[in-house]
């Protein structure tokens, strides 16, 4: 019981943070997105191939979070782009607080877009919201059509779904239209991208998307 009140009291109180934030953010006039997944779905590749194909018009910044090492910031870092990593120590998601320390230290009334990626995770980034504009769940080919069943939470409040690594799919037994349709029953209003990193299928379908959308400023 008196669990369940402690974390009430910090979902709240990392609701006010996300609000600050999300103001800030719109202040900026800078479209954010949240990258949560498993971890190893792709990510940061799916980061380094949007950096490469988005127009380089956009002026894009990146917050990285791991619970260890600086090895994405670094992967990240090589594009010239402003990018900062949190390290989280052990807990298995980002929280408000962290990403505003880590804002603090970016340029943000010069970006467009801000990218945060999130600690590879499909439980505990689904309760924190980061303030961010719309929240993309990635998904790869090798974990399963029934995630989406089995971590509804992540899926119900994404507004992205990005299914990668789809060059595998002739060497595994996976039906993609079924984890589709999965995806769909928790959350049918999921805009769902099918890509490749390795052969940039449908990167710019959602490089497409990412420009329309921070336009608009929000999701769906
Ligand atoms: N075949 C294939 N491999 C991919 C694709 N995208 C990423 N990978 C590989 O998947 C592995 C993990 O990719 P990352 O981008 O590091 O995954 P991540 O989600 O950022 O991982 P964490 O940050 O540790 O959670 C790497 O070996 C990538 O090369 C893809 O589209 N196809
Ligand atoms: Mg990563």
């Not at 380094?48 to 992967?75: C, H, M, W, Y």
């Not at 970016?106 to 467009?112: A, E, M, T």
Request: charged content about 25%.
């Amino acid at each position: 019981m008196g669990i369940v009140t402690i974390e009430q009291k910090v979902l709240k109180k990392n609701d006010e943070i996300a609000a600050d934030l999300h103001k800030r953010f719109d202040d900026a006039d800078v479209f954010t997105a949240n990258l949560v997944s498993s971890p190893g779905s792709g990510k940061t590749t799916l980061l380094e191939r949007t950096l490469k194909f988005i127009s380089p018009a956009l002026s894009v910044g990146v917050v990285e979070g791991d619970i260890q090492t600086n090895l994405d910031a670094e992967r990240i870092s090589k594009f010239n782009i402003p990018v900062t990593q949190i390290i989280t120590n052990g807990t298995c998601h980002l929280d408000a607080r962290m990403v505003e320390e880590a804002v603090n230290k970016l340029p943000l009334n010069d970006l467009d877009i801000l990218f945060i990626e999130n600690v590879g995770n499909l439980v505990c980034p689904a309760a924190y919201n980061l303030g961010e504009h719309a929240r993309i769940v990635i998904m790869s080919v090798t974990e399963g059509e029934d995630k989406p069943l089995k971590y509804p939470a992540m899926f119900l409040k994404s507004c992205v779904m990005i299914l990668n690594k789809i060059d595998l799919l002739p060497y595994l037994k996976f039906d993609k239209e079924l984890a589709k349709r999965n995806a769909l029953k928790i959350n049918p209003d999921l805009k769902i991208f099918e890509t490749s990193c390795y052969n940039n299928h449908g990167i710019l379908e959602w490089c497409d998307w990412l420009t329309n959308e921070l336009k608009l400023k929000r999701c769906k």
